[in-house]
């Protein structure tokens, strides 16, 4: 399709849009008194006007049944987390046996490294990415410690070519190859939250099986983004965090896949709580733990379902759009986005960089745009405009448009502002 950098043609486009309806379902921030452009659903997505409803109604119940609403709310509290798991499967690709949601992403990623980072002889180290996002880089380093072991020698890094902004499938596999029988576990940010580059989970995946190691994801900015087919690729386990693309609201729960091929698995260690006994006898509080006949069996607490309501609210939305519908508007408007971007570096003889992949198989929803120039200035006048986008060091933006909410008229705005960020800064 030719595009056009003009107010009529991003109308246009709006006017065919299928899911043009959902950006109403959002609530916007304001500035001036006028609706920001929001590009960092990347970060923290925007609420659901349902989402209310849904806390409302566990407050309701609360008041109204106090500890009688763990049985006779409307949607019981004992048992609110499993109203996730076929809803989840679908958008990660999983049997709903093999998803649940629980904790924080972190938490659960370590929690998850307790049944799949086992090391034993020679085989004990890590590979993941050069410059993960830190959480994963400390919670690496301090799983290795735990185990008795050296970051500087368990965790083995893949890294860029000198001078290339993203990473080669190619140089993943034969690092994976190299480190061989030492290699106990493959752990990987589906997507780079850095680039927005998407890693070859498939391939990956399968070159960890090859030598004998686990392989897990962070799907942080993977889930509600990219396609996902984890039950196909065979990974063995996965966590995600629902804030981002999956407009939970702020710090919400986690999701986690977990290969129903570890169900039921006596030998594979794991840290266990009430919540993950058998439901039917979870109540008659005996001695000895019965686990859930699927990822449940990793469920500890029970459920914080104040925090879990307004997530359940999203996901009834995605239920609804279904991911084939967001990953088709979203590969058209960040391809609108490139063009907008490129059309603006013409214009005005500007220096930008799109360090995202240009291949759409390569990337998601986000496009990280390095200022060669002035960098902070830029961002500072964009926030200040009503632009909502984030920096990263040393001078990159990242614009994240999620097709659920942002319009093609938000990009052509965004081009005309960003244009005048460039002149005056
Ligand atoms: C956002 C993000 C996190 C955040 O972790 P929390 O435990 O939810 O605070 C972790 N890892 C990656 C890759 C992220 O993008």
């Known amino acids: 399709m030719k595009f056009e950098n003009s107010l009529e043609f991003a109308r246009k486009l709006d006017s065919e849009d299928k899911i ?4 109403n379902e959002f609530i916007f921030p304001k500035v001036d ?55 989840l499967a679908k958008i990660v690709g999983a049997n709903p046996s093999e998803v649940t949601v629980m904790n924080t992403l972190t938490v659960n990623l370590h929690l998850l490294m307790i049944s799949f980072y086992r090391p034993s002889g020679k085989r004990f180290k890590i590979i993941c990415e050069e410059k993960a996002f830190p959480s994963d ?43 061989g029988e030492e290699c106990a576990l493959v752990l990987i940010g589906g997507v780079n939250y850095y680039s927005g580059q998407v890693f ?32 196909e690729w065979n990974v063995d386990f996965a966590a995600w965090c629902s804030y981002k693309y999956m407009n939970s609201g702020p710090g919400n729960a986690s ?3 977990i290969n129903r091929k570890y169900h039921n698995k006596k030998d594979l260690p794991r840290l266990e709580g009430w919540w993950g006994h058998n439901k039917e006898r979870r109540f008659l509080m005996e001695p000895e733990f019965l686990p859930e006949p699927n990822a449940n069996a990793w469920q500890i607490s029970n459920a914080p379902v104040l925090a879990l309501a307004p997530y359940l609210a999203s996901l009834e939305m995605f239920d609804e759009v279904g991911m084939p519908a967001l990953i088709e508007k979203r590969n058209k408007i960040v391809t609108y986005l490139e063009f907008i971007l490129q059309d603006i570096d013409k214009q005005i003889d500007s220096t930008f960089e799109v360090i995202t992949p240009s291949k759409q198989e ?16 830029v961002f ?16 990159v933006i990242r614009l994240a448009p999620a097709p659920f909410y942002c319009s093609y008229e938000d990009i052509y705005n965004f081009g005309q502002i960003m244009k005048k960020a460039i002149l005056n800064s």
């Not at 880089?137 to 070519?161: L, N, T, W």
């Not at 500072?380 to 001078?395: A, H, Q, T």
């Open 255 to 257: 999701g986690c896949f």
């Open 362 to 377: 390569e990337r998601g929803t986000q496009l990280s745009v390095f200022l060669h120039g002035k960098g902070r200035e």
């Open 200 to 231: 070859d989970m498939e391939k990956i995946t399968s070159a960890g099986h090859e030598v004998g190691a686990m392989v897990g994801w962070d799907l942080a900015h993977a889930a509600g983004n990219v396609e996902l087919k984890l039950s």
């Open 33 to 87: 008194g006028k609706e920001v452009i929001y590009f960092v659903g990347n970060s923290l997505g925007l609420q659901p006007k349902t989402a209310r409803d849904y806390v409302d109604e566990i407050m309701q119940d609360w008041a109204n049944l106090g500890v009688e609403g763990h049985f006779y709310s409307e949607k019981p509290w004992w048992d609110y987390h499993e109203r996730f798991a076929e809803k």
């Open 137 to 179: 880089q400390y919670m690496i380093a301090s799983q290795v410690r735990v185990h008795g072991f050296d970051p500087s020698e368990a965790i083995i890094e893949i890294k860029k070519r000198d001078g290339e902004n993203i990473f080669r499938t190619g140089d993943v596999l034969k690092k994976i190859s190299e480190v």
């Open 380 to 395: 500072n006048y964009l926030m200040k405009n009503g632009v909502y986008i984030d920096w990263r060091e040393p001078n």
């Open 20 to 23: 043009a309806k959902y950006r």
